[in-house]
């Protein structure tokens, strides 16, 4: 019950329309108990020689009494279906105005609270699940929500009719319900054996989706290595798996579904055969027994609704339970109550005894202490898997170190607010990261309320002002999924363009001319080069020759610093560095010796 008070909780912003929706919904009920009454009175006073009562008499007069009573029976029972229908219109519009908003408004809160939460969430979550419990499991809480105007209707129509039922004849209408045990325990036997397993049956599905999603997004992989059929496969099976379930499930509801249809056939049966009995001994009159057999047969239908709608929020259940579960996960990386605003930022970074490890692994990073001054180019060299993108993650907070301190002129970035804090960082990552948008609107990403000029200026700067104008679109060329209409060069140098913009005063390079030709290298190191003028920079990198701007570089090995200093100085020092240093010499002699001989050939 606590998932549907936490979903009632969010009818808040809509809580006039909803009660005029269940003001409707009460008037539309009166209505509905009303529509069988002109039939009784047709078929008692107009079609027999009973005697009327003196009000109907006065009201329709006695002058060819029957033949006006047909017509005023007809005339009534139109009203009513007009009004019932013209009421049902304003109801079903305020029904799918708050249907649609809700979805739109927890929709959106699941999708923030899934940006807001970390990288080590993230890693350990398939996003193509998470976009199933977003964009389909995120629904569910409308569509329960929608469910309970209809429940409402139906108990209101029920306790009417039962009124009715027994004002008339309370034997018979006692008769009529002897079934509502069967449907009481048939729905909490439903719902207590198909909790779980529609629960499993929603995780198969988003399975079966982040199958799709990985896929969709490995496609050049898939492509290059003709995994097409391996990949259709996949999905194949995980697909038949959620199928299987999803079959499972549909018998029992459908066996349900019998239970229930059967218990409320014998009560119809029941009470059709004792009202006939009554009215063969004459103790019902024939306009009685129909209207009573009508209520009968309507009382059924808000019954069943009840009983249905009950075992169906079963499947609503497990949708909420994933919805709500997501929405209830903490984010690692958190603010504290009183968050310190960074209005002016001279880019000084010191790491003093930091630790981190992923969930599952130990030590990677151990025991890291510097000290990066404001201005100063810092180099992260060694070999691959030493911890170096980790540790520069730790500064803009993508993850948050296990021990130690970072500190960001002088105070913690735990103290700091997590937006004051990125604001100050710019980052140009290995594999450039754009959006489908156009190459205007991926640049201006970095300052939303950059202008033409400045954006202009931002890619003139990063040495991608050229090659974006010789595009037939210019700077309104959209980009498709990933920059795919780009190299990876202009892709990269796009990406430059961006961090430009952003202007921060601490800038961080992960290797980003490490996937590029030498002659592209060269262009975007020279554009680099401008960028980390007067910056805080941290720059990574495999091949050595990419940090001759280095004024301090630190050499990682298994998590840990294990040298640090100037270039001539870790030369001298004969450690790991000189080790990386020559060897990658030597590999550069080598391409040089080959290029050689097939220029010769």
Not at 311 to 334: H, M, V, Y
Not at 370 to 381: E, Y
Not at 438 to 460: F, M, S
Request: charged residues 20%; aromatic residues 10%.
């Amino acid at each position: 019950m606590n998932l549907l008070f936490r979903s009632l909780y969010l009818l808040r912003p809509h809580w006039w329309s909803a009660c005029l929706m269940m003001a409707l919904i009460l008037i539309n009920s009166a209505l509905g108990l009303l529509a069988p009454w002109p039939f009784k009175f047709l078929i008692d006073y107009a079609l027999s020689d009973r005697k009327p009562p003196a009000w109907l008499l006065a009201w329709i007069g006695p002058d060819n009494f029957r033949l006006r009573l047909l017509y005023a029976c007809a005339g009534t029972e139109i009203a009513i279906i007009f009004l019932h229908q013209l009421l049902m219109v304003w109801q079903t519009y305020l029904e799918t105005r708050i249907e649609q908003c809700i979805d739109r408004d927890f929709r959106s809160r699941l999708f923030a609270h899934a940006m807001d939460l970390s990288l080590a969430y993230h890693d350990n979550r398939r996003s193509g699940m998470l976009i199933y419990i977003i964009n389909s499991q995120g629904g569910a809480v409308a569509s329960l929500l929608m469910t309970l105007p209809a429940l409402l209707e139906s108990v209101i129509m029920l306790i009417g009719m039962l009124i009715v039922l027994f004002m008339m004849h309370w034997t018979l209408a006692a008769v009529s319900f002897f079934v509502i045990p069967t449907l009481f325990f048939a729905s909490r036997y439903y719902a207590t054996k198909m909790k779980e397993r529609i629960g499993r049956t929603k995780e198969m599905e988003g399975q079966s989706l982040s199958v799709i999603h990985e896929a969709m997004s490995m496609m050049r992989v898939i492509v290059a290595f003709c995994r097409q059929k391996l990949e259709h496969q996949r999905y194949i099976n995980s697909a038949q798996r959620a199928i299987d379930a999803r079959l499972g499930v549909t018998v029992r509801q459908t066996l349900f579904s019998l239970v229930i249809r059967m218990s409320t056939g014998i009560g119809r049966a029941v009470a059709w055969t004792f009202g006939g009995l009554l009215a063969l001994a004459g103790k019902l009159t024939v306009g009685d027994l129909t209207i009573v057999l009508t209520y009968i047969e309507k009382v059924y239908d808000p019954l069943e609704a009840i009983a249905y709608t009950y075992s169906g929020w079963q499947d609503q259940f497990a949708n909420l339970r994933a919805s709500f579960g997501l929405l209830d996960t903490k984010p690692d990386i958190a603010e504290k109550p009183d968050p310190i605003t960074v209005d002016e930022c001279r880019g000084h970074i010191e790491f003093q005894h930091v630790d981190f490890a992923y969930e599952g692994r130990t030590d990677t990073l151990k025991d890291v202490t510097f000290n990066a001054k404001p201005g100063q180019v810092t180099a992260i060299v060694g070999p691959t898997g030493a911890g170096k993108t980790t540790l520069i993650s730790l500064i803009p907070r993508f993850y948050d170190a296990v021990a130690g301190t970072i500190l960001l002129d002088g105070v913690d970035i735990k103290e700091l607010g997590l937006d004051s804090l990125r604001q100050h960082v710019s980052i140009v990552l290995q594999e450039p990261l754009l959006f489908s948008m156009t190459i205007k609107d991926n640049i201006r990403y970095g300052r939303l309320d950059a202008t033409d000029d400045e954006i202009i200026a931002a890619a003139r700067a990063a040495n991608a002002h050229d090659f974006i104008t010789r595009l037939p679109q210019g700077y309104d060329t959209p980009l498709g999924e990933r920059g795919s209409r780009l190299s990876g060069g202009e892709r990269q140098r796009v990406c430059v363009a961006r961090a430009f913009l952003r202007d921060s005063p601490i800038l961080i390079l992960d290797e980003p001319t490490s996937s590029i030709d030498s002659k592209t290298e060269a262009v975007i190191l020279d554009s680099l080069d401008r960028l980390m003028e007067g910056r805080t920079t941290f720059m990574i990198a495999h091949r050595l020759s990419t940090i001759r701007r280095a004024d301090w570089i630190l050499v990682m090995d298994q998590g840990r610093v294990v040298e640090q200093g100037t270039h001539d100085e870790l030369l001298a020092s004969n450690g790991l560095y000189r080790q990386l240093f020559e060897l990658q010499n030597k590999q550069a002699e080598r391409k040089a010796a080959a290029r050689a001989i097939w220029s010769e050939a």
